[in-house]
């Protein structure tokens, strides 16, 4: 999972990168604006290891991970009505979803580049950005539509004409600045669009950057943003990126008891990890072989055959069956010989929809 994060000048992103990620990226505000941007990947908590490590003992156990991608430095679009190209579109465009991050907080030390604070017309700044990219897109690929059309067969025409409608209908919304993500579009039609990468489709993290006095205000700021962008692909959550960057710094077990002191009940990590896998859709499976124990991460809905794939293409097209315990069931009978004794052992075939938390043993033939 790669998630990009973006935001206006002076919004704190780089301080919520460090939060997220560990890291010690420069946070000032004289920091130097640069095209590469700061990389860094963090282990995605899975409490149900420990469980699992009690049971199984693996000599080695391999978390899934996700990757945050932060621009140094903001792009000559950004905020100024020109769009988003170039390397940072590149960046952009490969993530699995976006993080905006939006001031909330008050420092006179620096100043807001609109001169005040105002979280809903930041985020509308942002949109517009976003917007203006995708519709470059759109307007390019339309006319290479319209040359195509001229000399299609009519094999062909049917298909083009399809894309070219549906592509008219997205240029309308986008037009009068509506994101991809808040068009109602059914899924047939979202799937006809996985190829262009659209930054306004893809599903949106929105963290409210709070300062520490504004700690106690945190749900009714979630609240109030929510209900404004009350939309399937968007989500939001309310932190204190400075607070959280220096508690990041520390160890676990300090980390923890400042939250506390504090109440706060969450590492700032693990909640905008569990907003993302559900914003996209995905659930974990645990696999152990050779002594590992290993976390995957799917999309829901995903069958026993493309999760074996997701392991290895051998896997897949080798696929006989997958023995299945669900990590509950086995966390209740304490081991496997008990599992298989009470019957909670399956063997399931291809189709089978595997669950969230299944541990999974897949046999194949190649």
Request: some cysteine; overall charge neutral.
């Amino acid at each position: 999972m790669e998630i990009s994060i973006i935001g206006l000048p002076k919004s704190g992103k780089t301080t919520i990168f460090n939060a997220l990620t560990r890291g010690k990226a420069e946070t000032t505000v004289y920091a130097p604006a640069a095209l590469a941007p700061n990389v860094g990947v963090s282990k995605v908590p899975e409490p149900r290891l420990q469980i699992l490590d009690k049971i199984f003992q693996p000599k080695k156990i391999t978390p899934t991970e996700v990757k945050y991608v932060d621009i140094a430095g903001a792009g000559k679009g950004f905020g100024k009505d020109e769009g988003i190209s170039g390397q940072f579109l590149n960046y952009l465009s490969n993530a699995d979803a976006l993080l905006q991050v939006v001031r909330v907080f008050e420092d006179k030390k620096v100043p807001h580049v609109e001169g005040s604070i105002d979280s809903k017309r930041d985020m509308a700044t942002m949109d517009l950005e976003l917007i203006f990219s995708d519709l470059a897109i759109i307007e390019r690929r339309i006319q290479r539509l319209e040359v195509s059309l001229k000399g299609a067969k009519s094999s062909e025409r049917d298909l083009l004409l399809k894309e070219q409608t549906l592509l008219q209908k997205i240029k309308s919304g986008l037009e009068k600045d509506m994101p991809i993500w808040q068009q109602g579009l059914t899924t047939e039609e979202i799937r006809g669009l996985a190829n262009y990468q659209f930054l306004t489709a893809k599903p949106m993290l929105v963290i409210a950057n709070i300062g520490e006095r504004q700690l106690a205000q945190a749900f009714s700021i979630e609240a109030e943003l929510r209900m404004a962008y009350s939309y399937p692909q968007f989500e939001v959550a309310a932190l204190c990126g400075k607070l959280e960057m220096e508690l990041a710094q520390l160890s676990d077990a300090e980390a923890e008891e400042f939250r506390g002191a504090m109440g706060l009940t969450e590492p700032a990590l693990g909640r905008i990890i569990r907003l993302s896998y559900q914003l996209l859709g995905l659930i974990s499976f645990f696999t152990t072989v050779s002594a590992e124990l290993k976390v995957w991460t799917i999309p829901e809905g995903t069958t026993a055959l493309k999760a074996a794939g997701k392991i290895h293409s051998d896997i897949e097209k080798g696929f006989i069956r997958a023995e299945v315990i669900s990590y509950h069931d086995l966390d209740r009978c304490g081991s496997l010989a008990e599992a298989r004794k009470q019957g909670l052992l399956r063997l399931e075939g291809k189709k089978y929809i595997v669950q969230d938390g299944d541990i999974i043993t897949f046999l194949f033939n190649i």
